[in-house]
């Protein structure tokens, strides 16, 4: 009995055992009633907690969230208290009986969407929104702190989403980078005469005005570009004194202007050359101390620069006409441009009064005597940092019950998951047609979309999340300078990409998703297969990445990728139970609890100075029966991958002694070494698609799954088991079931 409840903890009940609804009342219950009922007396009309008032299977599917808390607190050790004698082997197989069991009842509560939640776009989505709806490329990372990760452990989730008052600070300061990048403004040239800067004066048309030493006066400039400028100050210069003039800009001295004693008097006109921020700037002019000066005139001259074709085209494309070329209809043309603008940076038509909106803003930069693009600039402004814009918005159904999405949300959504970026127009016009909802046109726009090469992204984003890899050469695994005469940077960089390779090529082909657990072949640069040292094996040359065919069985799917092997192991120091405790949660989804508070360290001072493996060390370490319970489900995993060093190279030995890389699973499979790892891990294949499917179904959603899910999570997996486990039809399924297609409210 005890192996059979070992195998319910390693393989979640799957294909291997089946829990039976008898054993509720047999042995679940019992257990429950032995270590629970102190506190959690049915009978006690104090007890606010009834999971003991269940008597069978059904009574447990119809308290569903009661006892998915109930799972819950066993497998995190939070229930019940220290003192207990529960045994951790009846921890695991109490939480996973429970966990199938609600696995198994989820679709008898009817359809599920799951509530409509409003997020940001991350830094990911907003880059490549931008790129897509005005040309220019903005470094993110740069700008805005990383997002975080939530529900299936993507930064798609709109928990981790929110908006906090710096962020929005920041979207200020992207929107006005973005647009200045994008929009050539004309080049300033602005004379202010004596009169303008001194108000309360009147003198003559085009005569000077007296200023008494160490008198100010002073012009507001407006500064549209970033850039250098040239300040000219104009005097009227003595034929007796020489004369000076203090230039200041917000207060601050920037420079002093000579002006000789001139016998012929005269005009005269001096410059000083000074850096402007883009905003409004005091530049004052203060007359030295001698005798009184006359001033004449302030100008400011940006300094001449050439504008590249590039971004004269993208001006171009939104203002169809070039820089510098006058605006007849300024006000009109600006209305026509935020007609075409604003449905496409919302992602949805727009109404009038939407537009009026944004109108106004244009309207205050032109009422202060902004240039036409500049007035245009602000306006957009205000649509890029619109909620519209920042967020993925869907209506809350009206009514209660489960609702289709509109088709322009439909657009949305597909195009974030498989793009990370807004819809195309080929999207926007089936959307305004209101063909999305028919599932042959959304079914044609899936293999549409993963045929583009923008579904790249999704690869890249979705396998680096899911096992962690992307951090590799960073965060994860780090180049440090002890290791980097063999472990560089652009290794950890090809190291990165090989998983991505590999998942897209699975995609792109349409091929069977097993091949992430058992494959043939593989994606390797030159660089990569030195690395390896299998330069002798495979044939590839260059830096470029080519799909190689294995010559031996120690590599072949996710196992053998240097990413991963290097992320489940210690510096210098590869780790069986990294490796093991990896492969249970990011490809079985089976979780593996923290340790117990009282477990001793791996490595006490007994051993730490001897000679021993890690296989001796973690045997002397199960010695201890807390340690057992969970060692012996995730250790023999990473036994079977010992002979893979801890970047991921092969060895045969450790510590000077031969590699055993032999494993026993608790339900009685042996094997030795990755290749025999992998068809163990073949065997379960309906946990790894199970668990896929749901990773990629929160991964679309951007939201954890919720209870109502499993149902959909397992109509797709038996999907993908029936057509042979084709990558296409998971991504297909995922989009045509009730969560992505509809949304839902609560009675």
Request: charged share 30%; with cysteine; proline share 6%.
């Amino acid at each position: 009995m005890r192996i059979r409840f070992l195998i319910v903890g390693f393989v979640v009940a799957g294909a291997l055992y089946a829990a039976p609804k008898e054993e509720f009342a047999e042995s679940i219950r019992p257990a429950l009633e032995e270590h629970c009922a102190a506190c959690h007396d049915p009978q006690n009309p104090n007890n606010h907690v009834g999971f003991l008032r269940a008597q069978s299977a059904a009574d447990v599917a119809g308290e569903r969230k009661l006892w998915h808390n109930v799972a819950s607190q066993l497998r995190n050790r939070t229930m019940p208290p220290a003192a207990s004698k529960l045994s951790e082997e009846d921890r695991f197989r109490i939480s996973t009986w429970i966990e199938q069991e609600l696995r198994d009842t989820a679709c008898s509560l009817g359809d599920y969407a799951g509530a409509v939640t409003l997020r940001r776009l991350n830094r990911r989505e907003y880059r490549n929104t931008i790129r897509d709806l005005l040309g220019v490329d903005l470094a993110v990372e740069e700008v805005f702190p990383a997002d975080g990760s939530g529900g299936e452990g993507f930064d798609t989730n709109a928990e981790t989403l929110y908006l906090p008052p710096l962020l929005m600070e920041r979207y200020m300061e992207a929107a006005q980078q973005i647009l200045d990048r994008t929009i050539v403004s004309p080049p300033l040239q602005r004379l202010y005469g004596a009169r303008e800067m001194l108000p309360g004066r009147q003198p003559e048309k085009d005569k000077p005005v007296r200023m008494q030493p160490g008198e100010e006066a002073a012009a507001q400039v407006p500064v549209y570009v970033d850039d250098d400028y040239e300040v000219k100050v104009t005097l009227e210069r003595s034929a007796e004194h020489a004369l000076s003039a203090t230039l200041m800009l917000d207060g601050i001295e920037v420079s002093t202007l000579a002006f000789p004693r001139d016998p012929n008097k005269g005009v005269t006109t001096r410059s000083a050359s000074v850096h402007l921020a883009r905003g409004v700037h005091t530049v004052a002019v203060v007359a030295g101390e001698q005798p009184p000066v006359e001033l004449h005139s302030l100008e400011i001259v940006q300094a001449a620069q050439e504008v590249s074709a590039e971004k004269r085209a993208v001006h171009y494309r939104l203002f169809g006409i070039d820089p510098g070329e006058p605006q007849l209809q300024p006000r009109k043309a600006a209305r026509v441009l935020l007609e075409r603008f604003v449905p496409k940076a919302f992602r949805r038509p727009v109404s009038d009064d939407e537009i009026e909106r944004y109108m106004k803003l244009y309207d205050r930069g032109a009422e202060r005597g902004d240039p036409y693009v500049e007035s245009v600039k602000l306006a957009l402004k205000g649509v890029l940092v619109s909620p519209d814009f920042l967020f993925r918005v869907e209506r809350a159904p009206e009514q209660a019950g489960v609702q289709p999405l509109s088709d322009y949300e439909l657009a949305t959504r597909l195009s974030y998951f498989l793009w990370s970026t807004m819809p195309d127009e080929e999207l926007l016009q089936l959307a305004a047609q209101g063909k999305l909802q028919d599932e042959d046109v959304l079914r044609e726009q899936v293999r549409r979309l993963l045929d583009d090469p923008r579904s790249r992204v999704f690869a890249t984003t979705f396998i680096g999340q899911w096992f962690g890899t992307k951090d590799v050469g960073g965060r994860v695994a780090p180049t440090v300078n002890a290791v980097q005469h063999f472990y560089t940077p652009e290794v950890a960089r090809d190291m990165r990409e090989e998983p991505v390779l590999l998942f897209q090529h699975i995609l792109g082909e349409n091929r069977s998703l097993l091949d992430l657990l058992d494959s043939d072949y593989g994606f390797l640069t030159e660089r990569l297969a030195k690395f390896y040292e299998i330069e002798d094996e495979v044939e590839v040359r260059g830096d470029g990445f080519r799909k190689v065919e294995w010559t031996s069985d120690r590599r072949g799917g996710v196992l053998g990728l240097g990413a991963v092997l290097a992320m489940t192991s210690h510096f210098q120091q590869n780790s069986p139970v990294l490796r093991g405790a990896w492969v249970l949660e990011a490809l079985l989804g089976t979780p593996v609890p923290s340790p117990p508070p009282d477990v001793p360290p791996l490595e006490t001072e007994a051993n730490k100075n001897a000679k021993m493996t890690i296989r001796e060390k973690l045997s002397q370490h199960r010695e201890n029966p807390s340690c057992a319970a969970c060692h012996d489900l995730i250790d023999p995993i990473g036994f079977g991958l010992e002979n893979f060093d801890w970047l991921g190279r092969w060895r045969e030995q450790d510590n000077g002694k031969p590699i055993d890389a032999a494993g026993v699973l608790p339900s009685g499979e042996r094997f030795d070494g990755p290749a025999e790892l992998r068809q163990v891990l073949l065997g379960k294949k309906d946990e790894f698609i199970r668990h896929l499917t749901g990773k990629t179904l929160g991964y679309a959603l951007g939201r954890g799954l919720d209870d109502g899910d499993h149902c959909t999570v397992q109509r797709i997996a038996d999907a993908l088991a029936e057509d042979g486990y084709r990558a296409r039809t998971l991504i297909e399924n995922v989009v045509l079931s009730t969560p992505f297609r509809y949304v839902e409210r609560a009675e």
